[in-house]
């Protein structure tokens, strides 16, 4: 079954172009780790709860959007792999170098995870 990293930040909404392609620059760099999927999702209708919701879970301001994102990979053993390659890079790979690719939201309030697949339904 598959392994999932999923994460869910803040990104200034002025900051989508920025978003996408920082993105899509350094979501290469998974894949060629053994990522076989990478989706980045802005938020379009999230609603607000009443005990909690997205928007809590990582301090969402006024100005800011909600993004929704997560890696697959085909295994856990691929992605500890793939992961620590990843890490490296950050050392080395001007696509991960945050001088280069900046992040345009606050790292700080990320929330992430690694998921083990318990259920998949494809059509």
């Known amino acids: 079954m598959i392994y999932v990293d999923g ?20 979501d290469q760099v998974f894949m060629q780790h053994g990522a076989t999927r990478v989706v980045e999702c802005w938020q379009d209708d999230v609603p607000e709860g009443k005990q909690t919701d997205f928007f809590r879970a990582v301090d969402c301001h006024d100005d800011e959007a909600v993004v929704f994102s997560w890696i697959e990979w085909p295994d856990k053993d691929t992605r500890e792999k793939g992961m620590a390659a990843v890490m490296e890079a950050m050392k080395t790979d001007p696509r991960m170098d945050p001088e280069k690719n900046p992040m345009p939201f606050d790292g700080m309030r990320m929330i992430f995870g690694g998921f083990s697949s318990v259920v998949t339904l494809e059509g």
Do not use: R
């Open 7 to 26: 994460f869910v930040i803040a990104v200034p909404k002025a900051n989508k172009d920025k978003f996408i392609a920082h993105a899509e620059t350094g």
